[in-house]
């Protein structure tokens, strides 16, 4: 295993009967120089001892039996915080379902619920619970909220059936930690990355605006993800209800002039652009000073167009510049996208289809189609940060 010292794990053990497996684990990571911590339920405690997971790695045990003297109510927020990576393993079909519905009724729970790294959950159990429908229910919630799962392998379970429902072996347990952990670690340090998010809004009146439903969520995952790669990353954002993205610079526009201006002012300092705004192809002719009042007869609104910011940035584009459009058709996706991609001069078009369910607008996953010169990668249904994390992987794989 590689190099993981610096690196905080968090092993969450439930009450299966693979939970002696996870002896092997934490021991491999702790070798790797990883600083491994063990929350065990109470049932985990009945299958493998604390002892076992202390002696291994050298850190006290955190166990609901265990006598009040320790300091149960930090411990779990300071390991929650400390965590830079928690793997529930094995999950059982319970835990799975507080974490699906916010349940804190544990040191594990109760740490998973202040948690903000990274969470990997390897479900084990029989593969009638596995397949029931809330246990299947579940595990999407978990996966839209951005969890990882690592799916159980088929085999000869411990309650006689076969079928699928088992932990999988530690080496691979502890394989998905450091691919995880060392995910991508500054492999986009020195970069600079220009990300466009949002809608943007066109005033009609100090009342009214022309807008569209974008949430901005796409654009702030990728930027999210960019500066997690080490970027330096400047946010353009059209009006938006989402929290800033710690670690980047936020522009906040209005209008897609006020975009074009920040992506004109930004270029020359930008070796990768994402323009993944919606923006207004058109604005009303006149935006009134005062609110337009309504009259019997009906009223015509006359638009006219919006620049094409990536038309400007195809004339004005310096070598070494990477641009990746988003295109969002109803009808002929590829087909159109694909047309986007050579009539604006990109070198990649990220495509989503707002027919597809679970893409687009307003939804925390989405499906998108990358486009290059060089052929079609589609990508199936996943959360809107591991699509960015997919987007950022293709854009590095292209860039020359
Ligand atoms: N875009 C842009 N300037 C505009 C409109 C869109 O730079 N005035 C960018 C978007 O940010 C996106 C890409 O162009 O990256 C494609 O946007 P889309 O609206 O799908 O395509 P359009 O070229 O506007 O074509 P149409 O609306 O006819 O589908």
């Known amino acids: 295993m590689r190099d993981l010292s610096g690196k905080c794990v968090v092993l969450g053990v439930t009450g299966g009967i693979a939970a002696y497996k996870m002896a092997n684990v934490a021991s491999a990571l702790t070798k790797a120089g990883a600083d491994v911590h063990v929350i065990m339920t109470e049932n985990a405690v009945k299958f493998i001892t604390p002892l076992t997971f202390e002696t291994l790695t050298h850190n006290a045990c955190v166990t609901d039996t265990f006598d009040r003297s320790t300091p149960y109510e930090v411990t779990h927020v300071s390991l929650a915080k400390a965590a830079d990576l928690i793997l529930v393993a094995p999950a059982t079909a319970n835990v799975i379902a ?9 040191m594990l729970t109760t740490t998973l619920l202040a948690a903000r790294s990274p969470i990997l959950v ?17 595990i999407r919630t978990l996966r839209e909220r951005g969890v990882r799962i690592l799916e159980p392998v088929s085999g000869h379970l411990a309650c006689g059936d076969t079928g699928s429902g088992k932990l999988p072996e530690p080496e691979e347990l502890a394989a998905a930690v450091e691919r995880e952990l060392l995910k991508d670690r500054d492999s986009m340090k020195g970069l600079r990355v220009t990300v466009t998010a949002g809608p943007t809004q ?60 920040a992506v004109q002012e930004t270029l020359p300092d930008t070796d990768i652009l994402i323009m993944a705004a919606a923006v207004s ?64 001069h990109l070198d990649m078009i990220c495509a989503n289809s707002l027919r597809e369910p679970g893409a687009g607008f307003g939804v925390p996953t989405n499906v998108v189609t990358i486009i290059t010169e060089d052929g079609t990668e589609p990508l199936p249904k996943m959360p809107k940060l591991q699509v960015a994390g997919k987007l950022l992987d293709s854009i590095m794989e292209h860039r020359v």
């Open 98 to 106: 507080k974490m699906a519905n916010g349940i804190a009724d544990d």
């Open 122 to 138: 390897a479900p084990a159990m029989n593969t009638a619970m596995l397949n029931h429908p809330a246990t299947r229910q579940n």
């Open 202 to 261: 066109e005033s009609l009146d100090p009342v009214r605006f022309l807008t569209n439903h974008s949430s901005g969520r796409m654009g702030y995952s990728i930027a999210q993800e960019a500066v997690a790669r080490g970027a330096e990353v400047r946010l353009i954002s059209g009006p938006v209800a989402l929290d800033p993205v710690s670690g980047a610079e936020i522009l906040p526009v209005t209008t897609a002039e006020e975009m074009l201006h």
């Open 281 to 344: 192809d058109y604005r009303p002719e006149e935006e009134s000073d005062s609110k337009i009042k309504k009259s019997d007869s009906d009223l015509t609104l006359n638009l006219v167009r919006n620049p094409d910011i990536l038309g400007w940035v195809a004339e004005h584009r310096h070598d070494g510049l990477f641009v990746c459009g988003f295109s969002m058709e109803t009808e002929n996706l590829l087909e159109n996208s694909r047309g986007k991609l050579s009539k604006k």
